[in-house]
């Protein structure tokens, strides 16, 4: 059974003050693999920041909580004056971490992308560890 919801992504951690707070708009496409697992989509809209192309999540509920990876297919970098870098090979994977609210049954948590080295556009990028907070509810049809 496949789900939809839409949410919002923003970065809490160490990074420019221009995108500090930033709310970044998602759309999610989840499929159930079994009962705890699944699989699905996630389109960042480019318009309020987000990368490029259609990602790929891989996750699961554990009870009121739910975990996944969010792999999307293009380089993303954001410079010290908040300008972005997208670029080629894919950006490396992004760990996602939720709370379901039993009454409204919206989600909330946070997400990290891990220390990395990577070569993009001819260039080698040291890039730091980065946090932030996300929400998202389900489309009810």
């Known amino acids: 059974m496949q789900k939809t919801y839409s949410g919002t992504y923003w970065y809490t951690g160490a990074v420019p003050k221009d995108l500090k707070n930033v709310r970044t708009n998602f759309q999610l ?3 159930a693999t079994n009962d705890l ?3 699905g989509t996630v389109e960042d809209d480019v318009t309020t920041g987000g990368t490029p192309g259609i990602g790929n999540i891989e996750g699961e509920w554990k009870k009121n909580t739910i975990v996944f990876v969010k792999q999307m297919p293009v380089f993303t970098h954001f410079n010290s004056d908040g300008s972005m870098v997208t670029g080629r090979p894919p950006h490396q994977p992004i760990y ?3 709370n379901v609210d039993t009454v409204t049954g919206n989600i909330r948590g946070t997400w990290k992308v891990k220390f990395s080295v990577s070569f993009s556009k001819g260039r080698l990028w040291i890039l730091p ?3 932030g907070e996300w929400e998202m509810r389900q489309h009810t049809e």
Do not use: H
């Open 96 to 98: 996602y971490k939720g």
């Open 29 to 31: 496409e989840l499929e």
């Open 37 to 39: 697992k699944f699989t």
């Open 129 to 131: 560890s980065v946090k």
